[in-house]
DNA sequence: TGGTTAATTAACCATTTGGTAAATTAATGG
DNA sequence: CCATTAATTTACCAAATGGTTAATTAACCA
């Protein structure tokens, strides 16, 4: 069994389950309805497969409803996401340091 | 070839990686700096894959100096993944919305 | 030149991943 | 009871992943 994070990161390493997921926030919805704009491409099966991988990292739960699975959203994982990122901001926000400190130089000249 | 969101998500599922990164970001560090802490685990090449796949994804960079690789972290697709995950920020404070509710509801009696 | 160090490459292997088609389960409803 | 709908399971496959050991490349240095 993979740690909690690694799991997540590798659920949202798929642009096919992170549509999902967009999908899912806009409200619940059932497996059909899911996997309605990937049919072009895949398979129901590949989708379900999908959906295993989005709930075995605890990213989503389907209830039962008669014959339809309703699946909705669950982030809590992907606080531990954001909050490791998170870690590294000024690693990204470093090149506006920079050009802050570069407009500075040119402002002192 | 991956999307860049899935490439960094996938890069960032590893332990091993996510290390690695952490390490960088305390400053730079060559290929047998940074595989030290893993050799008890796993051989060189294995951490040279590992690099690998980061430097794909874009994470870090190589220099080369005689014959050393100097590694530095680049922190630029991190931004587009916390972007993404911040989407979603709503669904792991929405708890505490329930329990805001939950306390005006009964203060209100 | 030849030995040492740093790192990568090559060849290989087992497991995981992401897909398929076909069969199966389970519930609905005429 | 039977046809239909929803979804999963099974069995299979190719490619990717994450590791190994052994060989190779490349630079330094005595």
Chains 1, 2 share one sequence.
């Not at 989708?47 to 669950?74: F, M």
């Amino acid at each position: 069994m993979k740690d909690q994070l690694s799991a997540t990161f590798s659920a949202l390493a798929d642009p096919t389950r992170r549509a999902i997921l967009a999908r899912l926030a806009k409200g619940e919805a059932n497996v059909s309805d899911l996997a309605k704009p990937f049919l072009k491409d895949m398979s129901l099966p590949a989708i379900t497969k999908h959906l295993k991988v989005l709930e075995n990292a605890g990213l989503i739960q389907k209830t039962k409803d008669a014959q339809w699975r309703t699946c909705s959203l669950n982030g809590a994982p992907l606080r531990e996401a954001a909050d490791w990122v998170d870690q590294y901001r000024r690693f990204w926000e470093e090149r506006f340091d920079r050009l802050d400190e570069y407009l500075r130089e040119l402002q002192a000249q």
